[in-house]
């Protein structure tokens, strides 16, 4: 009887795509099921903090604070250029402004969280809703602006709302670095030889996708099925990349860089 190691991601096209084939058992580890365990992102954050999956997908600032009991996989970031979460509002807004501002974030442990807090370290009046309420929030006037992930970097300006900053591309101006949004990781104690045989199912399981993204289609949409096909298409080639395949020490390097921010800052 094979072993059962629960895998965590979001229903979000970018990790439907990506584990299309480990979800379906085309993919796996031998000896082992990987089990499927879909929830929003927040909400792997926070079952991260407790240990609670074998394996799962993190936002990077989760991850720094966790890092002691889960390995980051080299395979299944969300991370490059042109890819960072954005702050919207109704109406234009400037840096300096901010501070006054009530500001709903898509999660604590969020890495959009954790960019708000470098680039506007005296706004204060920060809140939560997940990721796809910060569009009500705002519309309802229970916030002044919001950072938004996922889908909604794509839509907000057909929703009626305008860019205060894309906080993407104030870091890659920074510093020259792809924007490290969230990994894959796996509990330590599972030991390393079972850890890379990991992350050599998740490293297939992309290849696979990027091979016959068609084949993706049926699993993404069913977690999709509101999200019209372009933005379905932009989402995945905006979130899946070559450093999906691979940190590469560029990847690394940023991954550093936030670390290092996030420490001066006094956000860990």
């Not at 890819?83 to 807004?93: D, F």
């Amino acid at each position: 009887m094979a072993k059962e190691l629960t895998f965590g991601y979001s229903a979000c096209p970018n990790d439907t795509y990506m584990f299309n084939a480990i979800a379906h058992g085309a993919v796996g580890v031998d000896g082992y099921r990987l089990q499927p365990a879909l929830h929003d992102i927040e909400t792997l954050n926070g079952m991260a903090m407790d240990a609670v999956l074998d394996v799962t997908k993190l936002s990077f600032y989760a991850w720094l604070k966790v890092k002691d009991r889960y390995q980051l996989l080299d395979s299944g970031a969300a991370m490059g250029f042109g890819c960072g979460p954005v702050l919207i509002a109704r109406k234009q807004l400037t840096q300096a402004e901010i501070h006054r501002c009530r500001v709903v974030l898509p999660g604590r442990w969020t890495t959009a969280h954790l960019l708000l807090r470098l680039w506007a370290p005296d706004a204060d009046q920060r809140f939560f809703a997940p990721y796809d309420r910060i569009f009500d929030a705002l519309t309802s006037g229970q916030a002044d602006c919001g950072v938004i992930i996922h889908e909604s970097r794509f839509t907000f300006e057909d929703a009626g709302f305008t860019l205060v900053v894309d906080l993407g591309a104030w870091w890659e101006e920074m510093t020259g670095l792809p924007i490290p949004l969230g990994g894959i990781a796996a509990r330590r104690s599972l030991g390393k030889a079972l850890i890379r045989q990991i992350d050599a199912a998740v490293n297939t399981s992309i290849r696979q996708a990027m091979a016959d993204p068609d084949e993706t289609l049926p699993y993404i949409r069913q977690h999709a099925q509101e999200m019209e096909d372009a933005v379905l298409q932009a989402h995945v080639r905006t979130f899946v990349n070559d450093f999906s395949l691979a940190q590469t020490d560029l990847g690394r390097r940023a991954i550093e860089k936030l670390e290092s921010m996030a420490r001066d800052a006094g956000a860990i």
